[in-house]
């Protein structure tokens, strides 16, 4: 609902699923529409669908599949490097829009 509200009236960053993911280089970002491996981004997809919108939602995701074998429990986790990675891509992103925004 909270994307609902501001879809129309700013840019919206999204961070997706870093859990079971190893790899820092595999962190990117692009159009909700465009994600791949990605289970909380094809979530949001079907939600936002239901809602009307298609894209125009920037979402920082990985392009890794998770590791089924990166732990041997139900517990989902992920190397300590690769939420650090989404974090400092958003803080871009955010610049980015911000700058832009001032241009």
Same mark, same amino acid.
Do not use: Q, W
């Given at each position: 609902?909270? @994307? =609902?509200? /501001?879809?129309? =009236?700013?840019n919206?960053i999204?961070s997706?699923?870093?859990? %079971?993911?190893?790899? *820092?280089?595999? !962190?990117?970002?692009?159009d909700?529409s465009k994600?791949? %491996?990605c $289970?909380? +981004?094809?979530?949001?997809?079907k939600?936002l =669908?239901?809602?009307?919108? &298609?894209?125009?939602?920037? !979402?920082v &995701?990985?392009?890794?599949? *998770?590791k #089924?074998? &990166? %732990?041997?429990? %139900?517990i @989902? +986790?992920?190397?300590v /490097?690769?939420?650090? $990675? &989404?974090g400092?891509l @958003?803080?871009?992103?955010?610049? #980015? /829009?911000i700058c832009?925004?001032?241009?």
């Open positions: 609902m909270l @994307i =609902k509200h /501001f879809y129309k =009236k700013t919206i999204v997706a699923g870093a859990g %079971n993911r190893v790899d *820092p280089t595999m !962190v990117t970002y692009a909700l994600t791949s %491996n $289970s909380i +981004a094809k979530i949001l997809r939600r =669908k239901g809602l009307g919108i &298609f894209s125009g939602i920037e !979402v &995701f990985s392009k890794e599949p *998770p #089924k074998e &990166f %732990n041997n429990s %139900n @989902i +986790a992920s190397a /490097f690769v939420p650090m $990675s &989404f400092c @958003i803080s871009y992103l955010s610049y #980015k /829009f832009n925004s001032m241009a």
